[in-house]
C-alpha cells in the first residue's frame, strides 16, 4: 500500500525535475545569444551602407542623365557639398562631415564599355537599338536608387538607421516594377535607331547617322520588319527574360554604390579618403550604444525564455549597474569624438548637377533628344 501512496509523489518530483530542465535550457539559450549577435551585426552593416548611399544620393554623383558621362562624351558640373554623417546627440547637434567628390570615383566598366561601342565608326542601327535599351535599364536603375536614397535621406538620421533596412526592401520589391514600364517605353522610343543608318567613312572616327526614308524601299522595308520582329520580341519576354535582365542590372546598381569613395574630415588631420569598409568601422563606433542596445535586449529576452524568471531579472540588474557606470564597461558609450571632427550640422539639401551638351551632335553624334 505504501508503494502506491509513494507512486504520486514520485511522478510529481519526476514532472517539477523535467519541467527544471525545460526551464534551464543553456545550450538554447547560447543558440539564441549567437543568432542574435549575428542577426543584429548584419542588420546594422546593411544601416551603414543605406546610410552611405543616402549621403551619395544628396552628392547626387549617380549616373542619372543620358546626356552626360557616363553614358555620353559630356562631362557633368556637380557642386561640391558637405553631408552630415554619424549626427550626435550633443547641445547643438553635430556630426562629422563626409564629402564624395566626383573626381575620385571609380569607373563605371559596363556603361564605359556601352559607350565606346556606340561610338564605334561602323555601328549599325541595330545595335544601336540594342546598346540604347541596355542603357536605358541602367539609366532608370540609377534614378530610382537616387530618387529614393535622397528622400530616405531627408528622415533624422537614427530613423534612417532604425527604419532604411526596412523601407529598401520593400524599395527593391517595387523597383522591378517600375523598371519594367520604363523598360517598355524606351523600348518603343528606341526602336528610332531601327530607322537610321549609319554613313560614316573609314576616315572619320566617329558615327554619322542619317534617316532611313521611303526613298530606300528596301532599307525602309528592312527597318519595318525589324520593328516588327522585336515588338514581337517584346511580347514574348516581357514577363520572362526582362525581369530577369532588370532585377540582375538592379542588383549591379545597387552594389557599385558600394564602391564610391568619400573624404572625411579627421580630428587634427584634415580630410581623409574612405571607403565603404571605413564607413562601416566609424558607424559601429558611433552607434554602440543602439547596438548595445539592440543585442542586450535580445540577450536578456533569450535569459528570461531560456534560463528562467531569476536569471532575467539578475540579467536586467547587472545591464543597469553596467549603462550607470557601478560596473566600469564602457559599453553604453560611443567613442566617435575621439576619430571624427564634430562640428554644427550643415543643409541637408542635394547637390546641383548641369551638363554640357553643346558637343552632342558635334560629327554626327546621337541627337539630344533622345
Keep these: 500500500m505504501s508503494s502506491i501512496s509513494n507512486t504520486p509523489d514520485i511522478d510529481e518530483k519526476k514532472a517539477d525535475m523535467n519541467k527544471s530542465d525545460k526551464d534551464f535550457n543553456i545550450i538554447g539559450f547560447l543558440k539564441s545569444v549567437v543568432i542574435s549577435i549575428i542577426t543584429i551585426v548584419i542588420y546594422f552593416i546593411i544601416a551603414s551602407i543605406i546610410l552611405f ?3 551619395i544620393a544628396q552628392s547626387n554623383i549617380l549616373p542619372t542623365d543620358l546626356n552626360c558621362f557616363p553614358y555620353e562624351n559630356n562631362k557633368s558640373f556637380i557642386d561640391p557639398i558637405l553631408t552630415n554623417i554619424f549626427v550626435q ?12 567628390p566626383q573626381k575620385i570615383q571609380s569607373k563605371n566598366v559596363i556603361l564605359d564599355m556601352i559607350r565606346e561601342l556606340k561610338y564605334s565608326p561602323r555601328i549599325g542601327g541595330t545595335k544601336m537599338f540594342l ?10 536603375n540609377y534614378n530610382i536608387l537616387n530618387v529614393y536614397y535622397n528622400l530616405l535621406n531627408q528622415l533624422p538620421e ?6 532604411g533596412p526596412i523601407f529598401t526592401f520593400f524599395q527593391m520589391l517595387v523597383s522591378p516594377v517600375i523598371c519594367l514600364f520604363s523598360f517598355a517605353y524606351y523600348y518603343f522610343v528606341n526602336m528610332k535607331w531601327l530607322f537610321k543608318k549609319n554613313t560614316s567613312s573609314g576616315i ?33 519576354s516581357f514577363f520572362t527574360v526582362v525581369p530577369f ?25 584634415g580630410f581623409s579618403e574612405v571607403s565603404i569598409i571605413d564607413i562601416i568601422k566609424y558607424f559601429f563606433s558611433s552607434y554602440k550604444v543602439t547596438i548595445m542596445a539592440f543585442l542586450t535586449l535580445n540577450i536578456i529576452s533569450s535569459v528570461f525564455s531560456n534560463l528562467g524568471q531569476i536569471y532575467g531579472i539578475v540579467s536586467i540588474i547587472i545591464v543597469l549597474l553596467i549603462y550607470f557606470n557601478i560596473f566600469k564597461i564602457d559599453l553604453y558609450k560611443a567613442n566617435l569624438s575621439n576619430k571624427l571632427f ?3 550640422l550643415v543643409e541637408n539639401k542635394q547637390a546641383t548637377k548641369s551638363c554640357d551638351i ?13
Excluded at 89 to 100: F, G, M, Q, R
Excluded at 245 to 269: A, L, P, T
Design 53 to 55: 548611399n543616402c549621403k
Design 204 to 236: 572619320s572616327k566617329i558615327p554619322k547617322w542619317e534617316d532611313i526614308t521611303l526613298l530606300e524601299p528596301f532599307n525602309y522595308s528592312l527597318s519595318l520588319f525589324l520593328t516588327f520582329v522585336f515588338i514581337i520580341i517584346l511580347f514574348c
Design 342 to 344: 564634430l562640428t554644427q
Design 358 to 370: 553643346s558637343k552632342i551632335q558635334e560629327g554626327g553624334k546621337r541627337p539630344k533628344n533622345r
Design 158 to 163: 537614427l530613423a534612417i538607421v532604425i527604419l
Design 89 to 100: 546627440n550633443t547641445d547643438p547637434l553635430s556630426s562629422a562631415k563626409l564629402e564624395i
Design 131 to 140: 546598346l540604347s535599351q541596355l542603357e536605358s535599364m541602367f539609366h532608370t
Design 245 to 269: 535582365v532588370e532585377i540582375c542590372i538592379m542588383f549591379f546598381c545597387v552594389f557599385s554604390m558600394m564602391g564610391y569613395k568619400g573624404v572625411i574630415q579627421k580630428e587634427n588631420k
